[in-house]
Structures are given as C-alpha cells and as structure tokens.
T-cell receptor
Framework: AQRVTQPEKLLSVFKGAPVELKCNYSYSGSPELFWYVQYSRQRLQLLLRHISRESIKGFTADLNKGETSFHLKKPFAQEEDSAMYYCALSSPWGKLIFGQGTELSVKP | DAGVTQSPTHLIKTRGQQVTLRCSPISGHKSVSWYQQVLGQGPQFIFQYYEKEERGRGNFPDRFSARQFPNYSSELNVNALLLGDSALYLC???????????????FGPGTRLTVL
C-alpha cells in the first residue's frame, strides 16, 4: 500500500538550531516526493520536490530509497519557519498521498 | 492571477442535506483535484479531473461526486451529509500537460464544511 508517515506531530526547536522533519514512505515503484508547507492563515503551498534537488528557504530534502525516507532539513531554523509541514507522495497520474503533518515551532 | 479560488469559504449544513463546493483553477490549468482534510490530519485525495474526465478517485463513498466544466472549473457534491463529513475541502489545480503525473499542484484556500 502507498503510505506516507511523519512520526512527529510537533517539533519544537530554538532559533538557530538545526531542524530535521522526518518522512518515511512506502511505494512500489519510483516515487515522486514533495514537501508542502502551510504557514498560519495561508494556503498549502509547495516547498520543494525531490526531482528538483533545490534548496528552498534554506531547506533541503534527500530521497533515500534504501531507507524509504525523504527527511526535510535546515541547518539553522528561523522563527518564520514555524508552520505545518506535510510530506507527500505522488502517484504516476498526480494523486497526492499526504502524511499527517508535523508542526514546526521555532522559539526565539 | 488570483490563484486557485474556492467558494464558499465556510458552510454549515445539517445531517442528511446536500452540499456543492466550487473551485476555479489557475488560468491555463486543465487538471483539478479535490482533497478532504479532517482536523489534525493530512489532506486525503477524493477526485482528480483532467480535461473534464475523471482521472482518479479516492476511497470515498458514492455520496461524493464531482465534475469539471468546459472552462476547467469544478464542483464537488456531497449527498446525505454525515457528521464525519465535517472537514476542510481543498481544491488543487495543475497544468496536467501531456498527462504527466507529478505536476506541481497549487492549492486553494479551502471550504470549511461543518455538519451539525
């Protein structure tokens, strides 16, 4: 079965600390993986996707097929990073399967 | 471009009633998807339409139906509402070019449905 697991509902760090939001998936085939973010009172928006291999707002994510993981990382968290983060897997025709989300809280 | 728009913003219905939610995609986008987000959970896929044809359906009962119009806007209908249908309903659009699966999806602000 296709599934995305985000084991942490809440992650709280201090400003300047490193951040890692965990995401594990189960999928038979070559997955397309995404991280979406929802800031307070804003709509869900794409943060990054694995095929782009970009760094967006200082965040990176590496697909590890051996561990079936796609963890999101940032070396130095900022207060404006506080948001809800969702890891998602795409089927070949574009159906997104989301994890339950991790709320990141960055304290001053 | 205003992005994906959805109406209404909020809706309150009672059990057994029917509801219609509307979505306008980004100009030029031909694919629309619908998701249900229950409080505390990630969005769950309901439907995807591309060029007015249903491309995929999630694990939802037949009370849920949708359609896409020639201008690519879409409606989601839910009949015989249950308390458990209370959720945020999200619409997302994507270019859908060449049937390529993993286009970036752009989400609307959602419609908050409360069933009493």
């Amino acid at each position: 079965a296709q599934r995305v697991t985000q084991p942490e509902k809440l992650l709280s760090v201090f400003k300047g600390a490193p951040v890692e939001l965990k995401c594990n998936y189960s999928y038979s085939g070559s997955p397309e993986l995404f991280w979406y973010v929802q800031y307070s009172r804003q709509r869900l928006q794409l943060l990054l996707r694995h095929i782009s291999r970009e760094s967006i707002k200082g965040f990176t994510a590496d697909l590890n097929k051996g561990e079936t993981s796609f963890h999101l990382k940032k070396p130095f968290a900022q207060e404006e990073d506080s948001a809800m983060y969702y890891c998602a897997l795409s089927s070949p025709w574009g159906k997104l399967i989301f994890g339950q989300g991790t709320e990141l809280s960055v304290k001053p | 471009d205003a992005g994906v728009t959805q109406s209404p913003t909020h809706l309150i219905k009672t059990r057994g009633q029917q509801v219609t939610l509307r979505c306008s995609p980004i100009s030029g986008h031909k694919s629309v998807s619908w998701y249900q987000q229950v409080l505390g959970q990630g969005p769950q896929f309901i439907f995807q339409y591309y060029e007015k044809e249903e491309r995929g359906r999630g694990n939802f009962p037949d009370r849920f139906s949708a359609r896409q119009f020639p201008n690519y806007s879409s409606e989601l209908n839910v009949n015989a509402l249950l308390l458990g249908d209370s959720a945020l309903y999200l619409c997302a659009s994507s270019p859908g070019t060449s049937g390529r699966g993993a286009d970036t999806q752009y989400f609307g602000p959602g419609t908050r449905l409360t069933v009493l």
